[in-house]
């Protein structure tokens, strides 16, 4: 493990490759790249942003069910902390690798800038499928990972949030175990480890649904720049797990209407719309939209070639390729994942014609209920959920006024436009704070 500085880690395995490339970290440094020579970054701050502060990799072992221990390798990758605290989630998936992960963060890093809160880019994860390990087995390993990263997590200085394969009991489970590894006149800090937490336990309302939400209220503001209403939308969403189900659940309650829904276990669609809250349901129950009472099935092709307004990514990585982005019959791509979108997709769906709000705008709604929730904690305050809501609103309008002045005034995408914003924030702090010694 270090501490102070990047490890050298052994290359992901084959499986892992596939799902997730070795060059997704250098995608992200290439639209980095793209946006700093819009901005004219100086090349000290271009510098700095293409390597991560710190690598961390544990190793560690969690006794199963049946007595066997088995181990597993966890990696928490802090990538800049100008603006505050390392924030980002930890992820529980087959496809987690130190590159991701480094990508991850450095989404982070740009997404807090971009969004102007006070918080640096981390993210985390462990390399397994929680489908094959029961509740107790999953919390061991839990506990087991946050006490094998020990300081490297804290409350002033890497806060953690859920991710993929994670949820707000993950969170209780590392509050706990977090705060029993502090003196006992300091565990009333815990609180602060980490976001996302149940609301019983410390955490905020809205939080749940904030990422949700946070595509819902760009995709207003995009609709009202386009001239279009909300009632009359129609949208597809690929994914329905966090975010996609409550993006869905919280468009239906606007009167847009879901057409076409697709995740792991297949894709669904009705001709008059679906019902959101009811495929939640049925999810919930079922563990996939294959099967939903009154939708029929199609295939994949057939899904991205729904005629609609809106898409909605809100799965993992790569799922708007050269080949899928040629299919898409919307307006506009609104992306609820991280990077779901291929730079050879991206490049399709400009010549397409097909604006794209980019992740690091239109999911930043998580983390900005995640600084919230943290405020909260530090602060021994409970906003309600009307507060965290209009709040939330006037910090996304904020930034997406920002993102759309640039791409205007320099002529560019939505993508490079909101990376632009972001570094433009970040070399901010450089030059007034000055690079040490």
Not at 73 to 95: C, D, E, M, S, W
Not at 261 to 268: L, P, S, Y
Not at 317 to 322: K, R, Y
Request: charged fraction near 20%; aromatic fraction near 8%.
């Amino acid at each position: 493990m270090t501490t102070n500085g990047t490890t050298t880690m052994n290359p992901p395995s084959e499986a892992v490759r596939e799902h997730t490339g070795d060059s997704l970290f250098q995608r992200v440094q290439s639209t980095m790249e793209r946006a700093a020579e819009v901005t004219g970054l100086s090349p000290a701050v271009r510098k700095i942003l293409a390597r991560p502060a710190c690598e961390v990799s544990v190793t560690f072992p969690v006794r199963m069910d049946d007595g066997r221990v088995e181990m597993y390798t966890g990696y928490r990758v802090q990538h800049n902390n100008a603006l505050g605290p390392f924030k980002g989630g930890i992820r529980y998936h087959p496809g987690v690798s130190i590159d991701e992960v480094r990508a991850l963060a450095a989404w982070m890093t740009v997404k807090c800038a971009l969004v102007d809160i006070p918080f640096g880019g981390a993210k985390g994860g462990v390399q397994f499928d929680p489908s094959n390990l029961s509740v107790p087995e999953i919390e061991r390993l839990t506990r087991r990972f946050v006490y094998a990263l020990g300081n490297n997590i804290g409350p002033d200085y890497d806060v953690p949030a859920p991710d993929v394969g994670t949820d707000a009991r993950t969170m209780a489970w590392i509050v706990d175990t977090y705060a029993a590894t502090l003196p006992p006149q300091d565990r009333h800090r815990a609180l602060a480890v980490v976001t996302g937490k149940p609301v019983s336990a410390g955490g905020s309302v809205g939080r749940e649904k904030a990422t949700g939400q946070g595509v819902v209220d760009l995709i207003g503001l995009w609709a009202r720049d386009e001239g279009l209403n909300l009632t009359d939308l129609t949208y597809t969403v690929q994914g329905f797990g966090k975010v996609g189900s409550w993006a869905a659940r919280i468009l239906k309650s606007l009167g847009a209407t879901l057409l076409a829904v697709e995740d792991a276990t297949g894709a669904v669609r009705a001709a008059g719309g679906l019902d959101a809250d009811a495929l939640a349901e049925h999810v919930r129950r079922t563990g996939g939209v294959a099967g939903f009472a009154g939708a029929q099935a199609i295939g994949h092709s057939e899904f991205f070639g729904i005629a609609a307004d809106v898409f909605i990514p809100a799965a993992l990585e790569d799922q708007v390729t050269a080949e899928t982005a040629s299919l898409l019959n919307v307006r506009l791509v609104a992306e609820g994942a991280n990077g779901p979108t291929s730079p050879e997709g991206d490049a399709v769906l400009r010549e397409r014609g097909i604006e794209v709000l980019p992740d690091i705008l239109c999911n930043a709604g998580g983390v900005i209920v995640s600084y919230f929730e943290w405020v909260q904690n530090r602060g021994g305050a409970a906003w309600d959920a009307a507060e965290i809501d209009r709040r939330l609103h006037g910090i996304l309008a904020k930034a997406y006024q920002r993102v759309k002045a640039v791409g205007q005034s320099k002529g560019v995408d939505w993508r490079t436009a909101a990376y632009a914003v972001a570094l433009s924030r970040l070399e901010q702090v450089y030059v007034e704070r000055g690079i040490f010694p």
